[in-house]
């Protein structure tokens, strides 16, 4: 990194104008800076009883088009990209000016401008900076210059200008690649409003990393945060253990995530506001293996772990309340002589007790406050997107909450069922298109009992959540069943028949729905369709 005895310049163009503005120039204004400034920046620093000089002034002119053109001219794009020889120096003393050593600049806020009820071209165009992001990149590019965009890199810097500016290199790598990034994710807000959805943009920035990947040759694996403000992003999750943790436990965080707010949102609806019932909900390998929810956490954890013994073993366990020492041995030690091994635990909270208890038993412990006040706005708003080989498939998230009052629903005109029936149903449908497609789920006293998740065809789906019920001691007898789409024959149908389902929710739009319906009524099941078109529950293939 070059050092002179010459005068260092900086340059600020401010939108916010933050603390940190008049933090860095006070503090770079002691070790002998020169300071400019844009308009409005200018005059915010001088307010504060700095020395700072117009950069209009400075290049021998005036702002232009009432403040629309200020730092876009040939001598601040001379004074950040000039190289460092003799001949440079003799161009810039021929233009007046000296090199720029740094440039703080936060642009105009063009996110809330693309993002505001009502935005129009004009209001974006308005509001979209040309000159910030241009004097950034010409600081970045410029050698021996420092670019600085966020509030938080302006203590950074002070900090490493305090400790003898250490690594200066790769520190000034560091800061100008961020900048980059920032610039780059600025600039494509205006592509991807003015371009109404024909081009994809998602930028990403290193979290934390992973143990390994699904496999472990698989390394090295990662987890990158996008610029989002969703409070249950992953990102915003607090570890509460050290070790880092594998691919497959964050997809399953991140699968259980989606069948809890799944539920928060459905029974929500239900409910329409009243209080809500405790949900525990574990999640296996990508599916749901274990669900309940009762007015006591203790019940629905002791639920939740003993609807399929097997398949929780390892499992990654979340729930929408608080996790006391008595919740926590519910989730090691209900229904087996033995301790149960959980991969994994996700709450609101911990007492310091469950915290002891859980991580001593091997179980990584997340946090995260919004799953304390979950409901019907809490299903992920963003696009789903999935990497392909060369490019990416993209969808609306599934926003669908099944509602028992949609005039839609064609049920039998003698149905008679339970509250408890009912509330059965509600959980049925939030596992079924929470699990891979194509997927037949069974629930009984408000726990999934049976989860026939992921087969190619839907008679099979029906015999496997029978045969998981059946094998973990369960009475299928009145249960709730729900499919992710129509029965296509009716083989399926006579299995949930002969088991002694009590309701079975699918929808319709297959050419034998009249004889599928007729061997639900003949086999004393009663069935509830949605047409397929707005109720198909296909998920994650």
Not at 20 to 49: D, I, N, P
Not at 229 to 247: M, Q, W
Not at 329 to 349: N, T, W, Y
Request: charged share 25%; glycine share 8%; with cysteine.
């Amino acid at each position: 990194m070059k050092e002179e005895s010459r005068q260092k310049v900086a340059l600020f163009s401010s939108y916010k104008k933050g603390s940190e503005v008049f933090r860095l120039a006070s503090f770079l204004a002691k070790r002998g800076w020169k300071l400019l400034a844009s308009g409005g920046t200018h005059t915010h620093l001088s307010g504060l009883g700095l020395t700072v000089q117009n950069v209009a002034d400075w290049v021998g002119g005036t702002a232009i088009f009432n403040h629309l053109v200020v730092t876009l001219s040939r001598e601040v794009a001379a004074a950040l990209l000039a190289p460092w020889t003799k001949e440079a120096d003799e161009e810039l003393a021929k233009l007046g000016v000296s090199r720029i050593d740094l440039v703080y600049c936060d642009p105009y806020d063009l996110r809330s401008a693309v993002e505001a009820v009502g935005a129009t071209c004009q209001s974006v165009i308005d509001a979209t900076d040309i000159g910030g992001p241009t004097m950034l990149r010409e600081a970045a590019k410029g050698e021996n210059r420092f670019a600085i965009c966020r509030a938080e890199e302006v203590d950074e810097y002070i900090k490493w200008v305090e400790a003898g500016k250490p690594d200066p290199e790769a520190y000034m790598q560091s800061l100008n690649a961020r900048t980059e990034f920032e610039v780059c994710k600025y600039v494509s807000l205006s592509a991807l409003f003015h371009g109404k959805g024909k081009f994809f943009a998602t930028f990403a920035e290193f979290v934390c990393a992973l143990k390994y990947g699904e496999n472990g040759p698989q390394v090295p694996a990662a987890l990158y945060a996008t610029d989002t403000k969703d409070p249950l992003a992953l990102h915003r999750f607090k570890f509460l253990t050290k070790n880092p943790i594998g691919f497959v436990n964050w997809t399953d965080v991140d699968r259980v995530l989606t069948t809890m707010t799944t539920a928060a949102a459905t029974f929500d609806v239900h409910f329409n506001g009243k209080e809500m019932p405790n949900f525990a909900i574990g999640v296996k390998h990508g599916n749901p293996c274990g669900a309940a929810f009762s007015a006591s956490p203790v019940i629905a954890c002791e639920k939740m772990v003993t609807g399929d013994l097997r398949a929780i073993f390892g499992g990654v366990v979340m729930t929408n309340f608080h996790i006391g020492i008595d919740e926590a041995e519910a989730l090691i030690e209900h229904g087996q002589d033995k301790p149960r091994r959980l991969s994994g635990v996700v709450a609101p909270s911990f007492s310091e007790r469950s915290f002891d208890f859980l991580s001593s038993r091997g179980c990584f412990l997340m946090t995260n406050p919004a799953l304390d006040s979950l409901d019907r706005d809490s299903l992920q708003q963003e696009q789903v997107v999935r990497q392909v080989r060369g490019g990416l498939l993209t969808q609306p998230s599934n926003s669908f909450i099944l509602d028992f009052n949609d005039p839609n629903l064609k049920r039998p005109s003698d149905l008679t069922l339970s509250e408890e029936q009912w509330l059965d149903l509600l959980l049925a449908d939030v596992i079924c298109r929470t699990s891979n497609s194509n997927t037949v789920t069974i629930v009984k006293g408000g726990m999934l009992i049976g989860n026939g998740v992921g087969q190619q065809d839907r008679v099979g789906c029906c015999e496997l959540a029978i045969k998981r019920a059946f094998d973990a001691g369960h009475n299928v007898n009145g249960a709730a069943v729900r499919s992710d789409s129509f029965f296509p024959f009716e083989d399926g149908p006579k299995v949930l028949c002969r088991a002694g389902v009590g309701v079975v929710l699918a929808t319709s739009g297959s050419v034998r729905d009249e004889a599928v319906r007729e061997t639900f009524r003949l086999g004393g099941g009663a069935f509830l369709t949605l047409p397929d078109k707005d109720a198909r529950g296909f998920c994650c293939h």
